[in-house]
């Protein structure tokens, strides 16, 4: 009898990836994602998988990339955003192909709980033109990734399996199959399709749009897509994708009184769809995220019967669907459960730690620049993205990871005076080297703040790459001059201190690096 265990959706694509005999995983932490891969290296040592997290997620699918040419299964995992730091590699490898199975595990984080945007992975899977699932429950989501890796090694391509927040951090009851063994060492047959010159990729590219029709069949007869004409009411036909579906039978108590489609896989049934069309009055399109099959359903000029869903304001276009939104839009009653009493909380900014050590870099920061007519500091994600809130309202721009060391050199360049920056050393790490190596060789007049916390603490406190002395060792390969990277220890006491050197460095015409060391509490509580 198969093993019954409660787990969460990431939980689930874990074990599914161990199951189903991968040998490495690799990742980038990012909520929605990051459990999936702290739930791999649990296992990592009984199933001897090679589980490290990577310095982003660029290098992570890079890695996993390197894993599949070798013959081997593979698991990558990141969030929605972190895809477009390895847009490059990942769709690059729908033209090369793969070898060992390799599945990209994306989170999705509609609402933005812990994002700076909600977009949609399902766009990236069709842009690169390879198979997407999307599971709407715990137990579909361990089944997908095993089979995902089948798929992957069936078409020579890699395979997305698609979360969103709700799933990726809900638990339910799932039964679990049994492990299966390791592949070999195994080179891919044809190292020419790995090699993509531009003779080579024609023809790479050219076989992937060959293998569309097949990964079309592939989906209309997935198990996973399913239609089920049996509603009486044809008035209107409904199709739910992922978890939007579950929402979907929430709603209707389970049973449809309408006919649908059941989306699990990508790209879409397209007869299914057809079947469902010709049947029904309208068409209700219910997923989460962007209005990925709501645009392919409504067309440049419309598809003739009307479609609701987000686009036609049915459905919020922002945010995360709940099941009494999707009932309202089907015009039902909505009861909520009895057993999940809902008590809202009161609304409170998020705000950094009492102790944390970005406060009193932050209070030393601003008392320096508080002489200055017109400072700016641009920053980056990480806790310290919370210093734009009062009582400090230090830093003034976030955009994405690693953007605050470019953002500073390019207003240094427009003439502003004095430019600061504050990135962690975690997303230094990840994408802040590269526009550091730049500004160095120009010696652009920006005072880079690195803060060196020790480890990677919005996301849970994973191990950074580098910290301490090697951080430093780091700042000085890329061409900072050493005597222009100072360190500083960020404690009330050392407050005056502190401020002085600030102001030290912003009167030297040039690139500085200023590196407060003091470890996270969490982290020091974890050690
Ligand atoms: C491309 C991308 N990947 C991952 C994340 C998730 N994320 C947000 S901040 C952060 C790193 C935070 O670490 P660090 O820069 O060291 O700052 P700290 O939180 O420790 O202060 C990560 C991984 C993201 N927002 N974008
Ligand atoms: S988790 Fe650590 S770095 Fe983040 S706010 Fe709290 S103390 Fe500061």
């Known amino acids: 009898m198969a093993e019954r265990l409660l787990l969460l959706g990431d939980e689930a694509v874990a074990l599914a990836a161990v199951h189903a005999g991968i040998s490495g995983a690799y990742s980038y932490p990012g909520t929605p994602a990051s459990e999936i891969f702290e739930h791999v290296e649990k296992f990592a040592d009984r199933f001897g998988v090679h589980a490290a997290w990577s310095a982003n997620e660029k290098v992570a699918y890079e890695e996993a990339l390197g894993m599949s040419f070798a013959g081997k299964r593979v698991l990558v995992s990141m969030k929605h955003v972190g895809l477009n730091v390895a847009a490059d590699p990942f769709v690059n490898s729908a033209i090369s192909g793969v070898n060992g199975g390799l599945v990209l595990a994306v989170a999705d984080d509609p609402g933005m709980h812990s994002s700076q945007n909600e977009q949609d992975s399902r766009y990236y899977a069709n842009f690169a033109r390879i198979p997407c699932l ?3 429950n715990q137990q579909e989501a361990y089944e997908m990734t095993r089979e995902a890796f089948e798929l992957s090694e069936r078409f020579g391509l890699p395979v997305m399996v698609r979360l969103t927040t709700r799933l990726a951090h809900s638990r339910a009851d799932v039964a679990v199959g049994e492990p299966r063994e390791q592949k070999g060492l195994k080179k891919p047959a044809d190292v020419s399709a790995w090699t993509l ?16 029709p097949s990964l079309l069949q592939a989906s209309e007869a997935s198990q996973h897509n399913a239609i089920d004409l049996s509603g009486p009411d044809r008035s209107l036909g409904v199709i739910a994708s992922g978890i939007a579906y579950n929402y979907f039978m929430e709603a209707v108590g389970g049973v449809s009184p309408y006919p649908y489609v059941k989306i699990g896989m990508y790209p879409l049934p397209v007869s299914a769809i057809r079947r469902l069309y010709q049947a029904v009055g309208r068409m209700m399109v219910i997923e989460e995220g962007y209005p990925f099959i709501e645009e392919l359903m409504s067309g440049v000029l419309g598809c003739g019967k009307p479609v609701l ?11 995360e669907l709940r099941p009494e939104l999707v009932a309202g839009a089907l015009g039902m009653q909505w009861e909520a459960s009895e057993f999940v009493p809902f008590e809202p909380l009161a609304a409170r900014p998020p705000a950094l730690c009492k102790g944390c050590p970005h406060v009193d870099t932050f209070r030393a920061m601003k008392e320096a620049i508080s002489i200055y007519e017109q400072p700016t500091v641009f920053s980056d994600i990480g806790c310290y993205t919370l210093g734009f809130y009062p009582p400090f309202q230090a830093i003034e721009t976030c955009i994405d990871m690693g953007a605050s060391i470019g953002m500073a050199a ?37 005072k880079v703040f690195i803060l060196d916390n020790g480890t990677v603490a919005m996301t849970g406190t994973q191990e950074t790459m580098a910290t301490g002395e090697r951080l430093v060792e780091v700042v000085v390969g890329l061409g900072v001059p050493r005597e222009h990277v100072r360190t500083l220890v960020p404690l009330p006491k050392n407050h005056e201190e502190n401020v002085r050197l600030i102001r030290e460095e912003i009167e030297y015409e040039g690139l500085s690096v200023l590196i407060p060391q003091r470890p996270c509490i969490h982290l020091k509580r974890k050690i």
């Not at 869903?309 to 276009?317: F, I, M």
């Not at 502003?416 to 975690?426: E, K, Q, R, Y």
Request: hydrophobic letters at 35%; a positive charge; charged letters at 20%.
């Open 410 to 446: 390019g207003a240094a360049h427009a003439g502003m005076f004095p430019v600061l920056c504050a990135i962690g050393d975690s997303t230094f790490c990840h994408s802040g080297m590269t526009p550091l190596i730049g500004a160095a060789k120009e010696n652009v007049n920006v």
């Open 134 to 136: 999307e599971p709407s």
């Open 197 to 212: 010159l531009p003779g080579n990729a024609r023809r790479q590219y050219r076989k992937l749009l060959e293998k569309r």
């Open 309 to 319: 869903g987000k686009l036609s304001g049915a459905l919020p276009r922002t945010g």
